[in-house]
């Protein structure tokens, strides 16, 4: 129904610009020059008074008319839905609606049956109340701009701060994606806080919501013991420091030699390999960790005579750390590159190599730059997914050694939410509560790093 | 050196340079200095070579992996499609549709091979077919049933196992040269093979090898298990040392895990005593020189072709072997040196998915000139399927153009809607400022919490269908967004203000100075930046998950709001299968998806080069 | 050099003379009896000095296919200071940085011909970059501390070519250095802060005293005040005067005036070619060479 209306105020909206334009022409007679404002703007006008606030209804009506009725709904069999919970009660209502509209059915009674024959009514009357309403106004909006088009309107103005309204709504949509973050992982980590208090999920040394609740599908309180996050910060802290101990000296090594020794030929090829490993997507980085660089550690470690997951931290470790290789090599080539020439050659006529120029001028000078792109990368490697799913452990350990498993957040996250959920269960909200303490993270951290860069900028000049 | 003439230094001034710098002393240093310089300039090489080695390392293993894949065998077995059995009242569809293909298969393929009877063999050979023969059969008697009825043969695709035999995966083999003349002892059931010649003494001595090497790895796990037992030791011994300093609830603590490291004990121990009695047999067998040796599953196994039959070896010493026949022989006259053979299949039968029957029943129909290598179509115009043979990305691909006309038709509008306002028109105040931190922010959270979001606001909230491309497309529209707009306004602050002057100066407004001045002149920049941004989205996986794009779905989608999965999920999918094949088809889906990647970055590069201007 | 390329470059320069010159009739009456002519061209007007610390012999220099100086010959003397003057893009910034071979910085540059310290040839394959530029400083144009201390700034050069054993050493030869540049008192009590933070002319005197710790012999100097004030420029030329007692200098200046107070030889480059050389006084009062007349009568430049 709703694209059907769509459609129509689509074709409203393009007829309208070709009939405005005729009509501005019509009027203005033979001198066009008369009109202020050019035909076109006159089709847009017209067009815009004809469909926008019927858009405008369309759009809100559709929004409104599912909650509103399931309201209504409800209210007519109140005293059977007191008894029902909250997910029952939805239960009930989705294969009422399934019965009336056609979809997944669980199962059907007498009380659906009628309730999915009132759903029928309500939305037959709604979309009818609809489709009158919004031919009204398109029908009063055309008449409205036809009736006043004349040479003189400034419609090019009226369209211009139509447009300037569009762009500035597109710019919203930003803040209202950030807004839209920030709420939802709030509102549903509040949930989950009123669950499990929120000093068992930020110090508790246990991690295993699998295990929280006595039998599947009882709605029983959840254990606060095994929902710790600290062995979860634990893995990813140590997963993200080995991928830095491969990726902070490659990166910057690499960024320095291609900055200031390579010759030409050798950054024309080293520049794209950098990209390529840049745009690998992770999910193959996962799978390569997965087939070859776990295996390989495990069969190392044995025949040394160590004991090695077959999740190892350094597997999953390394193959991130290649990952961030290019980011911290291209951030630090920008920042060394921006140290001037002249600081270089100062060093120079004093007597210094290249190398006691960049380890004791360069570097130094670019350091806040430098440290910044490290916080980056970190925060970057923090909030990876896909190579962790795929090449670390899932079960909490609290560990320094590296062939050992470990699990990170994002892997925590991943595994609650993939499969079925419950939305109201501790375990689908433990997932919200772990996103929001790695938004925070890593928003803190893509902070600091700003600061640090900011700080120290007038270093010279 | 000699000493240029010169007054004397002047008293209290640094000492001139001429000796200091030239000193000795002083060389010495430069030498170091210069060592230094190398080592450091050598570690930036290194650095670059390492960043290469790893992309070579990860591409050569895809690569390596996704070759096999690519092909395909099928075999040609006789199959009866005549009118007759299959509709014989010539009542058309319905019944086409109800007729046993199972049937046809099964029959076709048992006609090949009149020697198998018992059940269990009929169903391995039945297993070297893909199950889905079946439906490919019926598909194609629905689909054109003119051609198809009355067709005596019909390729089918092979099971994804007997298809690795013919791609050489499932296990190395030896043949063995005879030189003795050899005299089987009947030619069905259990018979015996003996040679006058040693030729069965070379492979006694592998099998002995064999049971050696799997003494070690015994060994090996043995000192294992003894080292966790130690180590279980101390902590109970740690334990009972600190409990008397603890509280009650450590106490308690303390005592269920001593409890758990006892029961743990008790499994080592035996383990241990299991691994000590089995090494002790193996290192037995594999020492004693010359005896009958059993060939067990654990071992390689021995075949051997004699007077057109295949016998499996069931013990084996120098000089003879004893086995069942598998296939039948012709004759029990015996063969001379070199027209019977011995072959040996190096990986013990338990540990191949394919058993000596299967391998053989393969080889005859190899010889029969049945098997066929061909491209291999299925992998990409099916959708997924848990069958490996079966399984195909067409369904993934449609998945992700369908996402990513979603992302691109909500992003791209937008993004340059919204860099527009924000570059040209946007007064700079609070407001703006805090818009730009904010898009600035937005690049940097990590993918999947705006997964969540779609989780939390998108199906939760708004009830769109899970799976579904338009969901799909519209988080990943929500993070490509910060890329398109930087870039974009990076693309419009490109433009020289003169343009804008000049449109300005003969009575332009300024949005239609930005229309239809600017805007041209920054597309190609917005261009590259948005494909770069695409690039980006077709290769992301966490988000996708969050939203239920993971579901198996075997149907291809034909609208953007039927459930589906995209390339990088479905990689993520198969990654998780054992089968072999699997592995293969993920390299080869890796593949197909960094060739997509490619030419869209090339694109974006051709497209800065092209139409990149210097002002 | 074949002698036939030096038949031509003086009939180039004839040449130039010519044009450049309008007012001239005729261009031999342009030298003044009593002169030498030197192979390749240029006008000596004295005797060359006492003592010579660097000499250059037939320099050329090219950026890639572009000749930016011809057949310059040019002795340096010991403990004065030598000043090179000429309009802008006449060379002199280039011969410069011949001599601590700073142009080994630029890709395309190439030099050909003979420049020695002392003896040396210092483009000889042997020699040590390194170890020229601690014996051959440079002060640049636009002053450029590093990023470090006032301290940390002077005892680089020191650290890197290891001059002092022990810490106190360290602070001596930092003392000095900043004493000998007259910046000591300025900045005693705050050796730590950022030599950033220094005034314009202070940075320069600075980068003075960072130049005099690795104990040179020669310090070269690329228009050292065109970047300052005219009271922080008067400092810095009373420090290049005291300099002159232990270090030879040598110093490129768009200034005449400057060249006239503070050096004792004079050299005159214009478009690549090395015109006239000789004590300041001379080259000031009673130039030979007419182009050498016009530029410092202001014709051009």
């Given at each position: 129904m709703f694209w059907l209306l769509f459609l129509a105020l689509l074709l409203v909206f393009a007829a309208s610009l070709y009939i405005g334009a005729q009509r501005s022409r019509q009027v203005a007679?033979?001198?066009?020059?008369?009109?202020?404002?050019r035909p076109s703007y006159h089709g847009g006008y017209l067009a815009i008074m004809a469909t926008v606030p019927a858009l405008g209804l369309l759009i809100i009506w559709s929004i409104a008319q599912g909650p509103i009725i399931d309201g209504m709904v409800v209210g007519q069999f109140s005293d059977e839905f007191e008894a029902l919970s909250l997910p029952e009660r939805e239960a009930f209502l989705r294969d009422a609606r399934a019965i009336a509209f056609g979809g997944i059915v669980s199962f059907t009674d007498e009380l659906k049956e009628a309730a999915a024959a009132i759903y029928e009514n309500l939305y037959r009357i709604s979309n009818m109340a609809m489709t009158v309403l919004i031919a009204l106004l398109v029908i009063v909006g055309f008449r409205r701009g036809y009736s006043s088009i004349?040479?003189?309107?400034r419609t090019r103005h009226f369209v211009e701060r139509a447009v300037m309204i569009l762009l500035i709504a597109c710019s919203v949509v930003a803040i209202f994606t950030t807004v839209g973050i920030v709420l939802s992982l709030i509102f549903e980590s509040i949930r989950f806080f009123t669950m499990i208090p929120i000093h068992n999920f930020l110090f508790g040394l246990h991690w295993s919501p699998q295990s929280?609740?006595?039998?599947?599908?009882e709605v029983v309180d959840a254990n606060?013991?095994?929902?710790?996050?600290i062995p979860l910060i634990a893995g990813t802290l140590f997963i993200t420091f080995i991928a830095m101990l491969v990726a902070g000296p490659v990166g910057l090594f690499a960024a320095i030699y291609l900055s200031d020794y390579a010759s030409n030929t050798v950054r024309a090829v080293a520049k794209p390999v950098l990209e390529v490993l840049a745009g690998v997507p992770t999910v193959v980085y996962g799978f390569f960790a997965a087939l070859t660089v776990a295996p390989f550690i495990r069969n190392s470690g044995e025949g040394l005579g160590l004991d090695v997951s077959s999740e190892s931290a350094l597997a999953a470790g390394l193959v991130m750390g290649i990952m961030i290789i290019p980011f911290v090599s291209s951030l630090s080539d920008d920042v060394i590159s921006a140290v001037p020439q002249s600081l270089r050659d100062g060093s120079l006529a004093l007597g210094s190599t290249k190398s006691e120029t960049i380890r004791r001028v360069v570097l130094p000078a670019a350091l806040p730059g430098i440290v910044s792109a490290m916080i980056l990368a970190i925060s970057r490697a923090i909030g990876e997914t896909m190579i962790v799913v795929m090449a670390a452990g899932l079960a909490d350990n609290l560990t320094i050694n590296p062939l050992e498993a470990v699990t990170p957040v994002t892997v925590q996250i991943v595994t609650l939410l993939?499969?079925?959920?419950?939305?109201?269960s501790a375990k689908t909200l433990a997932a919200f509560a772990l996103g929001l303490l790695l938004f925070c993270v890593t928003l803190t951290l893509n902070f600091i790093a700003l600061r640090v860069v900011q700080k120290y900028r007038e270093q010279y000049d | 050196m000699t000493d240029v003439?010169?007054?004397?230094?002047?008293?209290?001034?640094?000492?001139?340079g001429q000796g200091l710098h030239t000193s000795d002393a002083a060389r010495k240093r430069l030498k170091a200095r210069y060592a230094s310089e190398a080592r450091f300039k050598f570690f930036g090489i290194a650095a670059v070579l390492t960043a290469a080695f790893f992309l070579v390392l990860l591409l050569s293993t895809i690569v390596g992996q996704a070759i096999p894949a690519f092909n395909q065998h099928y075999v040609t077995i006789p199959v009866d499609l005549s009118q007759e059995s299959l509709d014989p009242n010539n009542e058309g569809e319905a019944v086409l549709r109800r007729v046993d293909y199972d049937a046809v298969v099964r029959n076709g393929l048992r006609s090949l091979f009149p020697?198998?009877?018992s059940r269990g063999d009929r169903r391995t050979l039945g297993g070297l077919?893909?199950?889905?023969s079946a439906v490919r059969i019926r598909q194609a008697v629905l689909d054109d049933p003119d051609a198809t009825i009355g067709q005596t043969s019909f390729a089918v695709p092979l099971d994804d196992v007997a298809d690795l035999y013919f791609k050489g995966q499932v296990s190395e083999e030896r043949f063995v040269e005879t030189t003795g003349e050899a005299s089987p002892t009947?030619?069905?059931g259990t018979i015996q093979i003996l040679s006058?010649?040693?030729?069965?003494r070379d492979l006694l001595a592998d099998v002995k090898d064999f049971l050696g090497e799997q003494a070690d790895e015994v060994e090996r796990e043995l000192a294992s298990r003894e080292r966790s037992l130690e180590r279980a030791e101390i902590d109970i011994v740690s334990y009972r040392d600190r409990m008397p300093e603890e509280g009650a609830d450590r106490r308690e603590f303390f005592e269920d895990q001593v409890q758990i490291l006892e029961r743990g004990i008790n499994g080592l121990n035996a383990n241990i005593r299991d691994l000590t009695a089995e090494l002790a047999d193996l290192r037995a067998r594999s020492t004693a020189a010359g005896a009958d040796e059993v060939l067990t599953t654990e071992l390689p196994s021995i075949l051997v072709e004699i007077n057109g039959g295949v016998v499996k070896a069931s013990s084996i010493n120098a000089t003879a072997v004893e086995g069942e026949v598998i296939v039948p022989l012709t004759t029990t006259a015996a063969a001379s040196g070199g027209d019977w053979s011995i072959r040996e299949v190096v990986l013990p039968e338990r540990n191949r998915k394919l058993d000596d029957r299967s391998l053989i029943y393969l080889d005859q129909l190899a010889a029969e000139e049945r098997v066929e290598r061909q491209f291999n179509m299925i992998f990409f115009s099916s959708g997924a399927s848990r069958e490996a043979e079966l399984a195909g990305i067409w369904g993934a691909v449609v998945g992700s153009f369908f996402t990513m006309i979603v992302t691109l038709s909500l992003a791209f509008p937008l993004g340059v809607a919204a860099a527009i306002y924000l570059e040209e028109?946007?007064?700079?105040n609070r407001l703006t400022q805090l818009i730009e931190v904010n898009i600035n922010n937005l690049a940097a959270v990590p993918s999947i919490v705006f997964g969540l979001l779609g989780l939390a606001?998108?199906?939760?909230?708004?009830?769109l269908p899970r799976s579904a491309p338009l969901v799909g497309g519209m988080v990943l529209a929500l993070m490509t967004l910060p890329t398109i707009i930087i870039a974009s306004r990076a693309a419009l602050r490109a433009v020289p203000p003169s343009i804008r002057e000049g449109a300005l100066g003969v009575g332009a407004s300024k949005l239609q100075t930005v229309l239809h001045h600017v805007l041209p002149l920054a597309m190609p920049g917005i261009l590259t930046g948005t494909i770069i941004g695409m690039a980006q989205a077709l290769g992301e996986t966490a988000p996708l998950l969050m939203i239920g794009m993971v579901a198996f779905i075997v149907d291809i989608p034909?609208?953007?709001?039927d459930p589906s999965t995209v390339l990088p999920v479905q990689i993520f999918m198969w990654?998780?299968?054992?089968e072999v094949l699997f592995r293969q088809k993920t390299s080869a889906a890796i593949l197909v998806l960094l060739a997509f990647l490619v030419t869209m970055n090339a694109l974006a590069v051709i497209l800065r080069k092209r139409f990149e201007r210097r002002w | 050099m074949s002698t036939t390329n030096v038949q031509d470059a003086a009939q180039d320069m004839s040449q130039q003379a010519e044009t450049t010159t309008?007012?001239?009739?005729?261009?031999?009456?342009?030298q003044a009896p009593g002169s030498d002519v030197a192979p390749g061209g240029t006008t000596i007007t004295d005797a060359p000095p006492?003592?010579?610390?660097m000499k250059g012999r037939n320099v050329d220099v090219f950026y890639g296919d572009k000749?930016?100086?011809?057949d310059v010959d040019l002795d340096i003397g010991e403990r004065q200071v030598t000043a090179l003057i000429g309009?802008?893009?006449?060379?002199k910034s280039t011969f410069l940085r011949c001599l601590n071979r700073m142009?080994?910085?630029?890709?395309?540059a190439r030099i050909e011909g003979d420049i020695t310290l002392g003896e040396q040839d210092?483009?000889?394959?042997?020699?040590d970059v390194v170890e020229l530029r601690a014996r051959v400083g440079m002060i640049f144009q636009k002053p450029n501390p590093f990023p470090k201390s006032i301290f940390e700034n002077i005892a680089y050069g020191p650290r890197i070519h290891g001059l002092a054993d022990t810490k106190t050493d360290l602070e001596e030869i930092v003392v000095t250095s900043l004493q000998k540049a007259g910046l000591f008192e300025e900045v005693k009590d705050r050796l730590?802060?950022?030599?950033?933070?220094?005034?314009g002319g202070q940075q320069q005197r600075l980068c003075i005293a960072r130049a005099i710790a690795t104990s040179p012999e020669v310090l070269l100097m690329d228009e050292?005040?065109?970047?300052?004030d005219p009271i922080a420029t008067a400092k810095v030329e009373e420090l290049i005067d005291e300099l002159r007692e232990n270090f030879t200098v040598v110093i490129v200046t768009h200034s005449m005036q400057q060249a006239a107070r503070v050096s004792q030889r004079t050299a005159f480059f214009h478009l690549g070619i090395l015109v006239e050389v000789g004590a300041t006084d001379q080259i000031f009062t009673?130039?030979?060479?007419t182009r050498t007349r016009d530029y410092i009568t202001g014709r051009f430049g």
């Open positions: 007679g033979p001198n066009t020059h008369v009109l202020h404002s004349e040479p003189k309107r929280a609740f006595a039998g599947a599908g606060p013991e095994v929902f710790g996050a993939v499969g079925d959920q419950e939305f109201d | 003439a010169a007054s004397p230094p002047a008293a209290g001034a640094p000492s001139q020697y198998v009877e077919v893909s199950s889905g009947g030619t069905e006058t010649a040693n030729d069965f028109f946007a007064p700079k606001v998108f199906l939760n909230t708004f009830g034909s609208t953007p709001v990654a998780d299968f054992p | 309008a007012h001239e009739t005729a261009a031999q009456s342009s006492d003592v010579i610390k000749q930016a100086l011809f309009p802008s893009g006449c060379g142009n080994d910085t630029i890709d395309i210092i483009y000889d394959p042997h020699i730590d802060a950022p030599g950033t933070g220094l005034s050292p005040c065109s970047a300052l009673n130039p030979r060479d």
